[in-house]
C-alpha cells in the first residue's frame, strides 16, 4: 500500500520523503497543476523501468522529463529562440517543448526512448520545488495504467497504482485537469504534437506565429506514442450526443438542449457556465464517476473546439475511438 502525504499540511516531510525515495530508484504519485505524474530519477535507468513497468507503458513512447526551471532545462537540451521565448512565457506551467538533447546530458535514453529530443517541462508548485530540492529532472507519465484515464487526483492514483507504488503525495485535484500542450519547433516553424492544457491561441499570440497541425479529424499517432485509442473508460464514449438513449449517463457542457435526458442514469455538467477551464478541471474526474454509475455508454454534448475545448476534444476523441 501506498504512503500518503499531504503537501500542504507537512511540505518539508514530503519534499524529505520523496527525495530519498526517488535516491532509491523508485517512482512516486507527484502531484502537478495538470495531472498527477508518476515521477522517478529520468537518469537511472533501473527507475525508467519502473515507471514503464508500473504503468505497462511500450517502451517506445518516451516520458517528459520535468525540470526546475529554464536554467535547469538549458543544461540538458538545446534551445531556438522561439522555444526559449516560449520557455520564458509559459514556465512553470502546462507546455512540454520538444528540443535536441545535449550530448552526454545524463538523461538516461530509456527515458527518451532512444530519440534525439527530449520533452521538457517545468511544472508549477510543488513539484518544482521538488525537482530543486533533487537536483535532477524527474521523468514523469501521467499516473496513470497506459491508455486509462489519466489521474487528477491522489486517490485515482491510489485507485489504480496504489499497489504498485510506496508514495503518493497529495495537493488535492489537479487545477488545469489535462496534461500539457506539447509544442516543437521545427526549422522555425512551431508544431503541435498535443493539444493540452494552455490554449494554442496563446501559445500563437506570444511567438507571433501560427502553430501547424495535424488534420483534424487523425487521431493518428503525433508524439510516438499517442495511441488513437486512449484515455478509454470501461463504458463505451459518444460525442455529440442531442439526445440520450438506454443505459446511457449524460455528461453535458453548458445548458445544451438534449432530448430524453430525464431517462439518463445519472447527468453531470462539465461547467455549467460553459467555462472551458472548469470543464477541463472536471473532465478526467467526471469520465471516472460516469464510468462507476454502471452505465454502458457515456454520452458527452457538444464542447465547442475553441481554447482549451482544443485538448478536450481530443481527449474525448480518443476514448471514444475503437479499442483494440
Ligand atoms: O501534463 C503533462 O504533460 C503530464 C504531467 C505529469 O507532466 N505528463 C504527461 O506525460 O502527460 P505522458 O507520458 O502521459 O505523455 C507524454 C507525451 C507522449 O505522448 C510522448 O509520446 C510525448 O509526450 N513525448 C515525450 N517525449 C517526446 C519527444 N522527444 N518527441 C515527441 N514526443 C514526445
Ligand atoms: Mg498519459
Redesign the pocket.
Known amino acids: 500500500m501506498a504512503r500518503h502525504i499531504d503537501i500542504l499540511e507537512h511540505p518539508q516531510t514530503a519534499i524529505e520523503v520523496a527525495a530519498a525515495t526517488l535516491a532509491e530508484g523508485l517512482p512516486i504519485g507527484l502531484p ?1 497543476e ?4 508518476l515521477a522517478a530519477d529520468a537518469t537511472n535507468p533501473a527507475a525508467i523501468t519502473r515507471i514503464y513497468e508500473t504503468k505497462g507503458r511500450p517502451r517506445f ?4 522529463c ?1 525540470m526546475s526551471d529554464l536554467a535547469m532545462a538549458e543544461r540538458y537540451a538545446i534551445f531556438d529562440p522561439i522555444s526559449r521565448k516560449l520557455a520564458e512565457a509559459f514556465w512553470p506551467g ?1 507546455l ?1 517543448l ?1 528540443l535536441p538533447l545535449r550530448p552526454d546530458s545524463g538523461i538516461h535514453p530509456l527515458a ?1 526512448a532512444g ?1 534525439d ?3 521538457i ?1 517545468v ?1 508549477q508548485g510543488f513539484a518544482g520545488d521538488l525537482i530543486r530540492a533533487f537536483d535532477r529532472p524527474l521523468a ?3 499516473a496513470n495504467t497506459s491508455g486509462k484515464i ?1 489521474a487528477t487526483s491522489a486517490d485515482h492514483v491510489d485507485d489504480d497504482l496504489g499497489e504498485r507504488i510506496t508514495l503518493i503525495l497529495d495537493a488535492g485535484a489537479s487545477v488545469v485537469g489535462v ?2 500542450t ?1 509544442v ?1 519547433v521545427e526549422d522555425g516553424e512551431m508544431r503541435l ?2 493539444p ?2 494552455l490554449a494554442a491561441s496563446e501559445i500563437e499570440r506570444v511567438a507571433g506565429k501560427a502553430l501547424k497541425r495535424k488534420k483534424k479529424a487523425s487521431a493518428a499517432i503525433e ?4 495511441m488513437a485509442s486512449h484515455y478509454a473508460p470501461g463504458a463505451a464514449v459518444r460525442l455529440d450526443a442531442t439526445e440520450v438513449s438506454e443505459n446511457e449517463t449524460l455528461i453535458r457542457f453548458g445548458k445544451p438542449d438534449i432530448v430524453g435526458s430525464e431517462n439518463a442514469i445519472a447527468v453531470l455538467d462539465l461547467s455549467a457556465s460553459g467555462d472551458l477551464s472548469e470543464a477541463a478541471a472536471n473532465l478526467f474526474d467526471f469520465m471516472k464517476r460516469a464510468d462507476a454509475t454502471g452505465a454502458a455508454t457515456i454520452a458527452f454534448s457538444h464542447i465547442p473546439d475553441e481554447g482549451l475545448g482544443e485538448a478536450i476534444n481530443d481527449r474525448l476523441r480518443r476514448a471514444a475511438a475503437p479499442r483494440e
Open positions: 502537478t495538470t495531472v498527477y505524474g513512447n518516451p516520458l517528459i520535468h502546462p512540454t520538444v527518451t530519440l529530443t527530449v520533452g517541462r511544472p514523469a507519465p501521467s489519466s496534461e500539457s506539447i516543437k504534437l498535443r493540452g492544457g508524439a510516438p506514442g499517442m
